[in-house]
């Protein structure tokens, strides 16, 4: 039977609950019908393939903030391990809730879970106490019962997993031990479940966060290449665990977690995928929070320039390395923050092309949600431009279509879009960017990140906080510049997370130039820097860092005007913490390389 077709079924049956359940009211269950059952035959006999059932998974959202809520603490001085649940403020989840969810449009739902939040694992006992384990497998039933895909992880959980790169031996044997543990007692739970339930084998631990010190004070051992090799050797592990518990074990989907769950490092060579004994089951899972000024913080308050239109289509053209492997892509995590209980303004352009790239290339978006959108107290998204955005997404509304009309939608949506956006957000006297040109401007993230212009390599004059008035400068070679921002407009943000003076195609058009600031003023008053450097992250673009507190020694290219490198440094502003930013303006020399030598 060709998946288009069960999913017509599945949603010829589903559509009347869709209009039932409008609260948290029960919907009338569905008579049992042959076609229902034609509908449970592919995927519990597991014929299917992970890239099959991706088109089965429809639209998904996380219980977040929920089971994975971190109260080990309390469980070791006494309390219910399930009592975690309401811990970071969500309310006790109920089968009302998970129900609505699927009358919301939302066809798989993902579980985060802390499982040492029921485990003295201090004491070397990694048993999972039974009162969390039935607790999850019975929101596990709601999910399953509601006809969804359900993936269990486990999730954050304290950062444990900075065990793994402690510098005693037997702490890192001791991450291993526990993890296979807590897998082999998961797995024994659940091995005859339906296999529409799906593990996950982390969250954002496997990557660079080996390395975090929150449990393991000595942890932070491992290189960047190690952290590599041990993601591919605990995801191997997780593998290995799962198949040999036996019953739908043997063969269920299993989610793999990326590096970090970045697409771009995920996509690294470095990053393997696990070998399985079951052919065609595995998923890789990645997030997607770009940009995060945009998505995570309150920086940027619109979305929509061509810019980020291409940075978003590029980044989820990417996965498309995987699934020419044949494995599925799940994107476990997306989202835009809120302001407040609204949404953020251009979150509705965002998702809509966003899941445009999900139906285009057939992966499965899973919107993290903690109780903002989707209410779970009244069962509803209660936006209705969002209640509509993600009705029309589910399983059920695109099942009259085949798979190459739902991709040709996509595909002419996206291009519409950018076509669209080419316009959009622009300032009178703004720049463009353009690959012939290079262009001086002022990166800032402010301090209490609520401020922010053009953070990161790509010159986008759009992107930005708006108020914020910049005046960049047209590099046309050797020469005396000025470039200024001025924030009066949006309050007036405090201090500094992150600044540089960027040359957008500096590298290109102009390589070996550097940067010497003559001078710097801030609120207009002249203001002393340290002694800087001039270097490039992408080989395309040109920099000086003004303040940048991730880099901590001189990359290889770094060069100064005078040839002389000694005091130089990547954070020469000190702003204070609570300084009030008004304005910055920066006039610099931009220098050929000596011909000496």
């Not at 996509?267 to 089951?281: L, N, Q, S, Y």
């Not at 308050?301 to 390395?321: A, I």
């Not at 044949?326 to 979150?347: H, Q, R, S």
């Amino acid at each position: 039977m060709k998946i288009k077709a069960i999913a017509k079924i599945t949603a010829a049956i589903l559509a009347a609950s869709v209009l039932l359940l409008s609260g948290c009211g029960t919907p009338e269950k569905q008579p049992e019908t042959q076609e229902q059952e034609m509908t449970e035959e592919e995927p519990l006999n597991n014929t299917l393939t992970a890239l099959e059932v991706s088109k089965l998974m429809g639209n998904g959202i996380n219980l977040g903030n929920t089971m994975e809520a971190y109260d080990h603490t309390g469980y070791l001085n006494g309390k219910d391990p399930t009592s975690s649940e309401g811990a970071w403020g969500m309310p006790h989840t109920t089968r009302e809730m998970i129900e609505g969810m699927k009358a919301a449009g939302f066809d798989t739902l993902r579980i985060p879970v802390a499982w040492t939040n029921g485990m003295n694992f201090e004491s070397g006992d990694y048993t999972i106490d039974s009162r969390l384990l039935d607790r999850v497998e019975e929101i596990v039933g709601y999910a399953l019962d509601s006809d969804m895909y359900v993936i269990v992880n486990d999730h954050w959980d304290g950062s444990w997993w900075g065990m793994f790169g402690s510098a005693s031996e037997e702490t890192r044997t001791a991450a291993m031990d526990m993890y296979k543990s807590m897998w082999s007692q998961i797995s024994e739970r659940f091995r005859d479940y339906s296999y529409k339930l799906i593990f996950e084998s982390a969250n954002e631990e496997l990557g660079d966060r080996l390395n975090d010190k929150d449990i393991a004070k000595d942890s932070g051992t491992l290189s960047e290449n190690e952290c590599y090799e041990m993601t591919y050797k605990i995801n191997s592990e997780f593998v290995k665990l799962v198949r040999s518990t036996g019953g739908k074990n043997e063969d269920r989907f299993l989610l793999i977690a990326g590096y970090n769950t970045d697409i771009t490092r995920t996509c690294d060579d470095r990053f393997k995928m696990p070998e399985d004994t079951a052919d065609g089951k595995l998923f890789l899972s990645v997030h997607y929070y770009t940009p995060w000024d945009y998505c995570g913080i309150k920086a940027l308050d619109h979305w929509g320039s061509p810019k980020q239109y291409e940075e978003q289509n590029r980044l989820l053209g990417m996965l498309t390395k995987f699934t020419d492997q044949g494995y599925g892509i799940i994107i476990g995590e997306y989202a835009v923050l809120m302001n407040g209980m609204t949404p953020k303004p251009d979150t509705d352009i965002f998702f809509t092309n966003f899941l445009n790239n999900c139906d285009l290339y057939n992966y499965v978006p899973v919107l993290w949600d903690c109780n903002n959108l989707y209410r779970r107290n009244e069962c509803r998204i209660a936006n209705d431009e969002m209640r509509k955005l993600f009705l029309a997404r589910s399983l059920s509304a695109q099942s009259s279509l085949t798979d190459e009309q739902i991709a040709e939608n996509a595909k002419k949506g996206m291009e519409e879009a950018l076509a669209a956006a080419e316009d959009r957000m622009t300032d009178e006297g703004d720049i463009p960017a353009s690959d012939d040109t290079a262009v001086a401007w002022i990166m800032y993230q402010s301090g209490d990140y609520t401020a922010a212009y053009c953070v990161g390599d790509i010159y986008d004059p759009t992107n930005k906080t708006y108020g914020i008035k910049a005046q960049n400068a047209l590099i046309t070679g050797e020469g005396t510049y000025t470039v200024s921002l001025d924030l009066g407009n949006i309050g007036s943000p405090k201090g500094i997370a992150f600044s540089a003076l960027g040359i957008s195609n500096g590298e290109i058009l102009f390589p070996g130039y550097a940067i010497t600031i003559d001078s710097f003023k801030v609120n207009g008053v002249e203001t002393e820097l340290g002694k800087g450097y001039t270097s490039s992250d992408d080989k395309k673009c040109t920099r000086m860092n003004l303040m940048n507190g991730w880099v901590s020694k001189l990359p290889d290219d770094a060069r100064t005007a005078d040839g002389s490198l000694e005091g130089a440094t990547a954070q020469i502003w000190n702003a204070g913490k609570n300084e009030r930013i008004m304005s910055i303006e920066i006039t610099f020399t931009y220098s050929a390389p000596s011909s000496e030598g």
